[in-house]
């Protein structure tokens, strides 16, 4: 798998729909792949891993609340994926 098709099924991971079976913990995955790259920080990271069980949990509301994660943030509402 090349680095931009690992990316993009990444990227399409970590914005795994809300309410669906596991997909807490598949958006932690994805945002651990991102954390490792250095694309999120880690207070970004910690918001998703307490997300992990909770798979109606918006992880995205919570950074906001936290003032955490501007530039994920920014990047997630685009639409455009790390590249």
């Given at each position: 798998m090349t680095v931009d098709a690992e990316v993009a099924e990444n990227w399409a991971l970590v914005n795994a729909p809300l309410g669906e079976k596991w997909s807490g913990r598949t958006r932690y995955a994805a945002a651990m792949f991102f954390y490792k790259r250095?694309?999120?920080?880690?207070?970004?990271?910690?918001?998703?891993?307490?997300?992990?069980?909770?798979?109606?949990?918006?992880?995205?509301?919570?950074?906001?609340?936290?003032?955490?994660?501007?530039?994920?943030l920014a990047r997630v509402e685009s639409g455009i994926a790390p590249t």
């Open positions: 250095g694309d999120m920080t880690a207070e970004t990271l910690e918001v998703y891993r307490l997300c992990a069980r909770l798979d109606s949990q918006d992880p995205l509301s919570i950074i906001r609340q936290r003032g955490v994660g501007r530039d994920w």
